[in-house]
């Protein structure tokens, strides 16, 4: 079974930096299709960033999403943080299909992260 666990998420200033994590079991990352999502209070879960070359304009240039294949681990580096970055991250992966479609089968339970000026 699969299962995908985020970590990393915290309270961090305007303009700071912070690193999240996905551990996932049951799937293999390498040849995946895989992405990070987030979800602010009151808004739809927006797909942000994934490993097929998708930026959000809201996160394109300061957002960042690696791999380590050996540790089957996910990875969203964020920078120059602002207020409407707070939102609850998700990890997420796709069972098949076109890796170009916003459409992902497999969620981590999410990881909250709060940018305060």
């Known amino acids: 079974q699969v299962q995908l666990v985020e970590s990393g998420g915290g309270s961090v200033q305007v303009g700071g930096s912070l690193r999240l994590s996905c551990a996932a079991s049951?799937?293999?990352?390498?040849?995946?299709?895989v992405a990070w999502f987030r979800q602010a209070p009151n808004k739809a879960r927006e797909r942000i960033i994934t490993?097929?070359?998708y930026y959000a304009d809201s996160v394109k240039g300061r957002f960042t999403i690696s791999q380590d294949n050996a540790e089957n681990r996910l990875y969203l580096e964020m920078s120059t943080l602002k207020p409407e970055d707070t939102a609850m991250y998700y990890c997420?992966?796709?069972?098949?299909?076109?890796?170009?479609?916003?459409?992902?089968?497999?969620w981590g339970q999410g990881t909250q992260v709060t940018v305060s000026s």
């Open positions: 490993n097929v070359g």
């Open positions: 997420a992966a796709k069972r098949r299909g076109p890796c170009s479609t916003d459409v992902f089968t497999y």
């Open positions: 049951g799937y293999t990352l390498s040849g995946g299709c």
